[in-house]
């Protein structure tokens, strides 16, 4: 199901800048039985981001009734919302005048993301590293073509998903989720100051965590750092939180904060 500036049988326009450059961010939002889980934040996100690439962007409130109207008819799925610059500029060089590209869709939460969470996962290290922009960390931007590449290798049998390391061999992320690591009273949460995407639900955890008077630091985490920790945990928008219970060959604990979390922020698939 998908809808493009509000209507339903409308079509994306061949020349604009989100198919032809990736000009544009995408949010990714869980349906709760009360509407958009965090929806306020995934909005910010969506503005600040629109303002980084050059552009001005409010959701408007006809783009918010129809978003609030999809939670309640389709509750526990994801909405997915891409905002793109439009169509319009010659070439690279963007338009003067911006008309943003607004589209919807409605998605099931995949089965196994419920299992997840009861049983974690294992995580292997890509062979493929992120490369370094300040510009565009944090941005949930159109341009995933890493992830893509790195999605496309098969993972091995035992694991779940691909851990992502930059190209000076920090931890950044996993494909598709934000990572925290905990070493006695200490959470740490790769610094995603060069590169990675900046979660919605990464920020909840870490507010939640600073409301519970939990020592939560954004450091850079070298790869050869990871034996120094006891638990690791993945989050995002759509799965909540995930338990690691392994990096390649090196086993992690369950932490009983995640638990405690996915209590706290109605996240319980």
């Not at 190209?167 to 740490?188: C, L, P, Q, T, Y």
Request: with cysteine.
């Amino acid at each position: 199901m998908f809808w493009v500036n509000g209507a339903s049988l409308a079509s994306v326009d061949p020349s604009d800048r989100g198919l032809a450059y990736g000009d544009g961010l995408f949010a990714t939002m869980r349906t709760g039985a009360e509407g958009i889980l965090f929806f306020d934040a995934h909005q910010a996100r969506l503005t600040a981001g629109a303002a980084r690439l050059g552009f001005q962007w409010q959701m408007s409130e006809a783009l918010q009734q129809q978003l609030h109207a999809l939670a309640i008819e389709y509750p526990h799925h994801c909405i997915k919302l891409i905002v793109s610059r439009g169509v319009g500029g010659r070439g690279y060089t963007p338009p003067e005048t911006v008309n943003p590209t607004e589209i919807v869709s409605v998605h099931a939460i995949p089965s196994h993301y419920a299992k997840w969470q009861q049983a974690g996962i294992c995580l292997k290290t890509s062979s493929i590293r992120l490369g370094l922009q300040p510009l565009l960390a944090g941005m949930k931007h159109l341009n995933r073509l890493e992830q893509v590449l790195i999605k496309s290798h098969p993972l091995p049998q035992g694991f779940d998903d691909w851990l992502v390391n930059d190209i000076e061999d920090n931890v950044i992320e996993s494909s598709m989720a934000n990572v925290f690591f905990i070493k006695g009273n200490r959470v740490i949460t790769p610094s995603l100051a060069q590169c990675g995407v900046a979660g919605v639900m990464r920020e909840q955890v870490m507010i939640a965590l600073l409301e519970q008077n939990m020592n939560i630091e954004c450091l850079p985490v070298g790869a050869e750092r990871l034996i120094e920790f006891d638990s690791a945990f993945i989050t995002n928008s759509v799965l909540g939180i995930v338990d690691v219970l392994a990096i390649d060959s090196l086993m992690f604990s369950r932490a009983p904060i995640t638990a405690q979390l996915r209590q706290t922020l109605s996240l319980t698939l």
